[in-house]
């Protein structure tokens, strides 16, 4: 497999978001929100969204380190969803467990891994249109190419035609022996999946970074390298977080947005990227409700597009208010 230079080297000039003109399909308010807890339940887990100001989330929907799902309470999920569509929420991430590698190299580890994920796609299916974001998996000393052809035969046994759910792939940092630190390898898995329709990216700030992206000099041309090996129409997530460490660390250590080596603005000019703008994006930075009420708040102040149609509502004389916005 022959790599891309990583966008590194002398930094251009970026237009700032704020100078490019106007793009439709960002003028709607920033999607964005936290990874929070399911432990007290579905409902619950709406009314915290609801609570930070959020319009989207990520969760576990089982232990992230063990196997077990929780047994679903009659009507759960129903009242879930009628508190998400009631404060106009877009499609939410379920987050895999992290214990699930595709690529062990112990069979029974690769099984265990698939029924998992089997699993977890059919309870997604009474949520339908959200999305189910997993690491590729860990190949250990196995070589890439098995570990990428082991990953794309599981998510062909798992993903099944007219599922209601989009599986995206995580941007890795690199860390230990992850599969997916570079875009190839990504590309490589997603060539071979035959759902083509229900299979897409999501891409870590904190991961890319780490893993060698320059972001923070040059986004643009990192999006670019994306778009020629990936295409842009198939990330359909953004994970935002700060960095602890220097580009390509290969650490994986996230921090609280301004705090750490990406830094605020870089984070800014992703959620107003013309490209990106669209997306549901998520926190899932080292705090807790309350200060990923204040991230939250922050980051839909310097959403441009919001702006955008804050100006339109004010002309039509409609009060546009986000929900749990004002504490
Ligand atoms: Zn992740
Ligand atoms: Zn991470």
Avoid at 146 to 169: C, Y
Avoid at 193 to 219: E, F, N, P, T
Avoid at 270 to 277: G, K, Q, V
Avoid at 288 to 313: N, P, T
Wanted: aromatic fraction near 6%; proline fraction near 5%.
């Amino acid at each position: 497999m022959t790599y891309e230079t990583p966008a590194s080297e002398t930094p251009v000039n970026e237009t700032p978001a704020s100078e490019t003109p106007a793009s439709e399909i960002c003028i709607n308010e920033l999607s964005i929100g936290t990874h929070l807890s399911v432990a007290k339940g579905y409902a619950a887990l709406a009314k915290d969204a609801v609570q930070i100001g959020a319009n989207t989330f990520q969760m576990f929907i089982r232990n992230p380190r063990g196997a077990r799902a929780k047994e679903l309470k009659p009507g759960e999920i129903e009242t879930f969803l009628d508190i998400l569509q009631m404060h106009g929420f877009g499609p939410f991430i379920a987050h895999a467990p992290y214990t699930l590698n595709l690529c062990s190299s112990s069979r029974h580890l690769r099984e265990l891994s698939a029924r998992m994920m089997g699993e977890d796609l059919h309870r997604m299916e009474l949520m339908p249109g959200n999305l189910y974001n997993l690491h590729p998996g860990s190949r250990l000393d196995q070589p890439l190419d098995s570990a990428i052809e082991q990953i794309a035969q599981g998510l062909n046994h798992v993903m099944f035609p007219d599922m209601k759910t989009t599986v995206l792939l995580e941007t890795m940092s690199g860390k230990g022996s992850e599969v997916g630190k570079r875009f190839e390898e990504l590309k490589e898995i997603l060539d071979r999946v035959a759902q083509k329709d229900h299979i897409g990216v999501c891409m870590d700030a904190c991961h890319m970074w780490d893993s060698g992206y320059d972001i923070v000099d040059r986004l643009d041309e990192t999006l670019e390298q994306f778009d020629r090996l990936i295409g842009l129409n198939r990330l359909k997530a953004f994970h935002i977080n700060d960095s602890m460490n220097v580009r390509e660390s290969h650490k994986d250590r996230h921090t609280l947005i301004g705090e750490g080596h990406i830094g605020e603005d870089t984070i800014i000019r992703i959620i107003n990227h013309p490209r990106l703008c669209h997306l549901p994006f998520i926190l899932e930075t080292p705090t807790d409700l309350a200060g990923h009420a204040q991230e939250i708040k922050k980051l839909r102040k310097q959403y441009v597009w919001g702006s955008v149609s804050d100006k339109i509502s004010e002309q039509n004389g409609i009060s546009k208010t986000y929900p749990g916005a004002d504490f």
